[in-house]
Nanobody
Framework: VQLQASGGGLVQAGGSLRLSCSGSGRIYSSAVMAWFRQTPGKEREFVALIRWSTSRTLYADSVKGRFTISKDSAQNTVYLQMNSLNSEDTAVYYC???????????????WGRGTLVTVSS
């Protein structure tokens, strides 16, 4: 399984970005796809997840109401729409694949390379 995240970049505070994560191979209905983020010197932080079979979602409190995770089953792709961005959202964003409904990085066995999001104030 290979995951490839893209869509990061530089954006002004208040702006929006959409991240994409495409995966090789079939994504089984039991899969959970998630986004995490990390800044230097800090632990990887949960952002959002989606259950592939039901599209049920979960968000970190810090992004609830601003970020939306979604999927395109035909394209084997998961998205993270990020609105109302602020400087605290600056981080490297990673997509991950697992099978547990979990906000813990350790529960995800597959990770993509990160994509950097920089929010300027």
């Amino acid at each position: 399984v290979q995951l490839q995240a893209s869509g990061g970049g530089l954006v002004q505070a208040g702006g929006s970005l959409r991240l994409s994560c495409s995966g090789s191979g079939r994504i089984y209905s039991s899969a959970v796809m998630a986004w995490f983020r990390q800044t230097p010197g800090k632990e990887r932080e949960f952002v959002a997840l989606i259950r592939w079979s039901t599209s049920r979602t979960l968000y970190a409190d810090s992004v609830k109401g601003r970020f939306t995770i979604s999927k395109d089953s035909a394209q084997n792709t998961v998205y993270l729409q990020m609105n109302s961005l602020n400087s605290e959202d600056t981080a490297v964003y990673y997509c991950a694949r697992g099978t547990q409904w979990s906000a813990q990085p350790i529960d995800y066995g597959y990770w993509g390379r990160g994509t950097l999001v920089t929010v300027s104030s």
